[in-house]
Antibody
Framework: EVQLVESGGGLVQPGRSLKLSCAASGFTFSNYYMAWVRQAPKKGLEWVATISTSGSRTYYPDSVKGRFTISRDNAKSSLYLQMNSLKSEDTATYYC???????WGQGVMVTVSS | DVVMTQTPPSLSVAIGQSVSISCKSSQSLVYSDGKTYLHWLLQSPGRSPKRLIYQVSNLGSGVPDRFSGTGSQKDFTLKISRVEAEDLGVYYCAQTTHFPLTFGSGTKLEIK
C-alpha cells in the first residue's frame, strides 16, 4: 500500500522559514517524479513544486520560485520542501503527491501569521 | 499558463441520477509523446484529493466503473453514472502536460 506522510507544518511568522518532509513507502520512490500541492483554506488546489526522479530537475510556479526549494533523498524515500521568506498568502494545507496525482498524503497545515 | 475552466461550479443531484462535469483547457493537452495528461480528482469532505481518472479515460485503482472520462485536445468530460452518497465532494480536473501544472477551480457535488 502506498503511503505518503507529511510532517513539519505549524505556525510561523512572516519572513521566516519552514521545512516540510514527506515520508514515502509502498513503492519504489526513486522511480517517480514527486510534487507538492497546496490548498489555502476553503480554496482550490495549487501546484507548488515538482522534482525529477534523480532530483536534478525541479519546477516551480512563479508564486514560489526563488523562495521554495524542493528536494529528495532517494535513500530515505523522502521528499522535502524548504520554504523561505514566507508570506501570509502561503498559509495552506500542503500535500505531497506522486507523479500525475496518483497518490496523495494526508496533508500538513502551514500558517503564516504574526 | 494553461487555464482549466470547469463547469458547472456546483451540482445537486439525487441518488441514482447521472451527472457530467466539463473541463476545457486554454491549450491542447497532448504531450510530445502523444499522450494527453488530463486527470480527474475527487476531494471528499475533510479528505485529501484522490485521483479517479488519469490520461482522460483510464480508471484509477479501485475506482468504480460508474466513473468515466472522455475528451481530447482541449475539451474533456467526467461522467458519473448512478450517483451514490459517497460521491459527494469537490471534483477537479488537472493537467500535467505543461508546466506550470494547473487545476480547474472545482465542481462541488451535493446530494439532494
Amino acid at each position: 500500500e502506498v503511503q505518503l506522510v507529511e510532517s513539519g507544518g505549524g505556525l510561523v511568522q512572516p519572513g521566516r522559514s519552514l521545512k516540510l518532509s514527506c515520508a514515502a513507502s509502498g513503492f519504489t520512490f526513486s522511480n517517480y517524479y514527486m510534487a507538492w500541492v497546496r490548498q489555502a483554506p476553503k480554496k482550490g488546489l495549487e501546484w507548488v513544486a515538482t522534482i525529477s526522479t534523480s532530483g536534478s530537475r525541479t519546477y516551480y510556479p512563479d508564486s514560489v520560485k526563488g523562495r521554495f526549494t524542493i528536494s529528495r533523498d532517494n535513500a530515505k524515500s523522502s521528499l522535502y520542501l524548504q520554504m523561505n521568506s514566507l508570506k501570509s498568502e502561503d498559509t495552506a494545507t500542503y500535500y505531497c503527491a506522486r507523479r500525475n496525482w496518483e497518490d496523495w498524503g494526508q496533508g500538513v497545515m502551514v500558517t503564516v501569521s504574526s | 499558463d494553461v487555464v482549466m475552466t470547469q463547469t458547472p461550479p456546483s451540482l445537486s443531484v439525487a441518488i441514482g441520477q447521472s451527472v457530467s462535469i466539463s473541463c476545457k483547457s486554454s491549450q491542447s493537452l497532448v504531450y510530445s509523446d502523444g499522450k494527453t495528461y488530463l486527470h480527474w480528482l475527487l476531494q471528499s469532505p475533510g479528505r485529501s484529493p484522490k485521483r479517479l481518472i488519469y490520461q482522460v479515460s483510464n480508471l484509477g485503482s479501485g475506482v468504480p466503473d460508474r466513473f468515466s472520462g472522455t475528451g481530447s485536445q482541449k475539451d474533456f468530460t467526467l461522467k458519473i453514472s448512478r450517483v451514490e452518497a459517497e460521491d459527494l465532494g469537490v471534483y477537479y480536473c488537472a493537467q500535467t502536460t505543461h508546466f506550470p501544472l494547473t487545476f480547474g477551480s472545482g465542481t462541488k457535488l451535493e446530494i439532494k
